[in-house]
């Protein structure tokens, strides 16, 4: 009954919230009263559900970004013309089980209503007929976030609109596959397609999902593909269907391998009725069934990996392309009627794509040429920015994660296949008492029946993962056995115990809450005492299961048989659980792996997603190593997104974002190229705010050298201009104690960053590749005018041409950066200062800017914005003496004292402001690329 209260309450408030002016508290009062009138449930379940629509009612989202080709003359608005007349029967249908069955808050669904209608206008009208026409878009969204949502209501909305046939490139697993079938059967076609439960003759009969919903009961897509795990596609099933897609639509779900691709390819050429010799291409090609293919993770496989150029550095217009981007290509271009939409949250393979690469055999490669999208977050969402704190400019460490060694006995670094761990380590038998304790705590604050997961990722060799689940099923036993025959004086139940008070208890877990307070509710109880904790303790032990998820296991992560009860289940595997599988209630991870690639490390962190009411029981379980390239990652994905977000507001289009993308100095590094001896890049900076964070703990003669440079600057700006006594510049406002000079002649600049050193492996703050942009743009004509800033804080350290300095900017660091060697000071910059130069007026317009923006995930595109009210002439240097307590075992003399400089350079006039810049081969393969904070 309370379900159905609740379900029916949304419906009413649905309705009401949308209309302006009203009291959102009176409305609840409102709609639950009209609601429970129907279904009745009790006072206290009234107060229940009061809190419940108050807080689906808080989550918001944030605002789409939409970049479109500028100059696309193939597209013919059409669906605000036609959508008050369509039918939309699907996607109200969808609509409905979003809200009442899955109890999605308005704002999300109607944030998905309208980030899909927007990209459905941006494909062509499926109902003309004899009109040719080649659409692709790309959609970015964030890794474990709802995508899939995205696409299955596009699906609706296409199946209404009047798409015929509809493909889903589903993974390269079986798996996930599998996984992605169930989820259409149950959010789009409305009943079971399993073949041993399927009734072609009565499909009513085996209802599930969006197909139960009372009054919504139509079956017109016919299924080419089933859910069970070997329900790929198979030309034998389709050549023996008699209907085809001119009157009803298809829709398959298949995965990214090329036999399987190859079948789909072979059957629509040579054995569908629809196909016709077209003599134009030199192939079969299929009219007036207008096709919708869906590429989820579409920079995994799809994208094409083989050489393309000739020697000479020129596409060679009859290269061959990876096999698995052949046959999409082929299959896409085998239709005159076609759309091509990418789903990813990693687009770092996307961007290296070359629109310009194309062959008779297999037409363009799929570069997005018409669209980019990054969809709305929403606010109780917890991705990368949250879980490494990127919004905030505290130097802490991150509470949800735990740093482990690897143990030379359980999972080596470079182990073979014929490893054998030998014995659970400690750490990981820490990571399972989190799982059980997690698990029974969230029992305790009424999530009962939902799904409890932990993942324990740590070998890509089947075999030895076998052994790894050995291993935890017999430890599992153990603990089970030890709580309760040991009468509270086991090791286990000793070990669970000690990790609650140390873990887990009250003050640790409201510590942990106060970091993310949106993801929780005030007025439920979170604190539960050891007593309470071991009353529970039995029942979710006995509950866990073990599974063994890869090729060589037949095991499943069968949720949707427990949906009533919740599913515990540990995990264990590899690639399979690296990208695309869904883990519910994934609370625990024990991970590993490691991969030097953007996109596969941070799919591979399957941890982001949904947490509201349990965030602060959650753990990752990983090494300091691999915590640092997260880190990094997230870092450079908040950067990407940010700029999507500035330029959709500049109205850029997507191949004007792909070449920023492609030659922004920290992106680089995602290439897939193939690397000789040392390769060639395109660095640019323009909008960009470089500083240095990375510095040697050893090396006195890289400090020497770079205060040599600091000292050199000085005295060049002393002999050649005078300090600055404008009142407008608002580093006088701010604090007049700091060096100023105006005027400076970007030559000066260069020949600072010449002879200042960086870290060897730098890739964003690299001053030989700064010193040759700035070069380029002089040539230009631009960043010619430059302020530069000497920061003068804390008491006199020394002097320099007659300019006394203090010991500078207080930086602790990053916690254990545990780079040998090395230490980061994680952000050189304070709040405004890449604005000291900016007269009062321009100043007040960029806070202005980074004001509205507070609180709402996007403050790099604020960032971006603000800097872009620059003059292109003029750019800001900033000079950072630094009292670094990393470095405080280096004595350090004037001479050798450490300085760390900023840039704030403006958005160039010139579309083409890339520079080269060699890279090594033995530079970049170091880990020393990967983990650099530069």
Known sequence: MYQDARSTSLRILAQTIKEDNIDINYEIEVAIKKATAVFPVSQDEILSLKEDLKKSLNITMSIKSVLLNGEDKEHI????????????????????????????PPTVVDSIDDTTDSILELLEDPTVKGRQYDRRGLIVGYVQSGKTANYTALINKAIDSGFKLIIVLAGMHNDLRSQTQMRLDEEVLGFETSHDKLDLTSSH?????????????????????????????????ARSIGVQPTTTPFLLVVKKNASVLKNLLNYFRNYSPLARMNHVVGHKTVADIPLLIIDDEADQASVNTAEIYKDNGEIDEN??????NAYIRQIYQTFEQKAYVGYTATPFANVFINQNATTATHGQELFPKDFIINLPKPSNYVGPAEFFMLDTEKETELPLVKEIKYEENFLPIGHKKEHVPLEIPDCLLEAMYSYILATTIRRLRGQITVHNSMLIHGTRFTDVQHKVYKLVLEELRHIKNNVKNSKKQGYHYKGLQY??????CTEKLAEIRSYYPSHFDRDKRYDFTWEEIERELMSVLESIKVKEINGNSKDVLEYGEYKETGLNVIAIGGDKLSRGLTLEGLTVSYYLRASKMYDTLMQMGRWFGYRQGFLDLCRIYTTKEIKRWFRHIAEATEELRGQLEYMSKIKATPNEFLLKIQSHPQMYITSQLKMRSAR??????????????????????????????????INRLQEENTSNTTTEIIVRKKANKHHVWEKVKGDTVVEFLDEYQTVSSASRANSRSLAEYIRKRLEDEELVNWTVVVINNGDERFEIAGKKIGVGVKRSGIE?????????????????????????????RA??????????????????EARALRDPKKALLILYPIDHCKLDNFSFKK??????????????????????YMVNESVEQDDDLWTELD
């Open 680 to 713: 060639e890049v395109k660095v640019s900076y323009s909008n960009e705010l470089i500083q240095t964070t990375v510095f040697p703990t050893t090396s006195e003669e890289f400090f020497k050298r770079n205060f040599i440079a600091f000292e050199r600057i």
């Open 205 to 237: 009969s085996n209802a599930l999902g969006v197909g139960r919903l009372v009054g919504d009961n139509f079956y017109e897509v016919f299924p080419l593909t089933s859910r069970d795990y070997r329900g790929d596609f198979s030309t034998r099933k």
């Open 847 to 864: 806070q202005a800017i980074i004001n509205a923006n507070k609180g709402k995930k996007n403050r790099i595109a604020a960032a971006k």
């Open 816 to 844: 254990n950066y545990n780079k040998e060697g090395y230490t980061s000071v994680k952000t050189l910059t304070s709040s405004g200062h890449e604005f000291f130069d900016y007269t009062k007026e321009k100043y007040d």
């Open 319 to 324: 290269y061959d392309p990876s096999r698995i």
């Open 77 to 104: 608005p059409w669906l605000n013309v036609k959508k008050t007349v369509m039918n939309w029967k699907y996607w109200n249908r969808y609509k409905r089980y979003l809200t009442e069955v899955k109890n999605w």
């Open 499 to 504: 990790h609650f008070y140390k873990q887990y």
């Open 895 to 916: 001479e050798t004292y450490p300085i760390g400089f900023a840039i704030s350079f403006p958005e160039s006039g010139f579309s083409h402001t890339e520079v080269d």
